[in-house]
């Protein structure tokens, strides 16, 4: 596997009108989307630095992954995202090497990316997702 850049990080928040509203005005981005991912429970929006975004994420329901994480452990970094190339195959390899998947096999997530899960006991304590554009 050889991820070609940081596709976003992911941060979990209770109001994304809120995180916006930060991320517009303190930081001086600009949200180029928000999107509802309901298979996910969460409703997101994107920012762009360089080649890399920042995904807000907030909770559509209490009892989806964002929505535990934030009664678990409050809001903030939620996950980091790589992109790679030929994702099953990936996916295959990280197994291989000793990765604990949370999907083994891609689903979609926003922004049409197609996304897998390696689990924070196999990652150093870091939620690691993976994703393909396959529209690249």
Do not use: W
């Amino acid at each position: 596997m050889k991820p070609t850049h940081i596709e976003h990080i992911g941060i979990a928040v209770k109001s994304l009108e809120e995180g916006i509203k930060y991320y517009e005005s303190v930081l001086g981005l600009k949200c180029y989307a928000i999107e509802e991912v309901r298979e996910q429970k969460v409703k997101t929006a994107f920012f762009k630095i360089g080649q890399t975004k920042i995904e807000l994420l907030e909770p559509t329901a209490s009892d989806g992954s964002v929505g535990k994480f934030i009664a678990a452990k409050g809001e903030g970094i939620h996950h980091i995202a790589f992109s790679v190339e030929q994702l099953e195959e990936v996916l295959k390899e990280v197994e291989q090497k000793g990765a604990r998947l949370i999907d083994k096999i891609p689903r979609k997530g926003a922004e049409g990316l197609h996304i897998a899960f390696l689990h924070p006991k196999s990652t150093m304590g870091v939620l690691t997702e993976l994703c393909e554009n396959k529209n690249d």
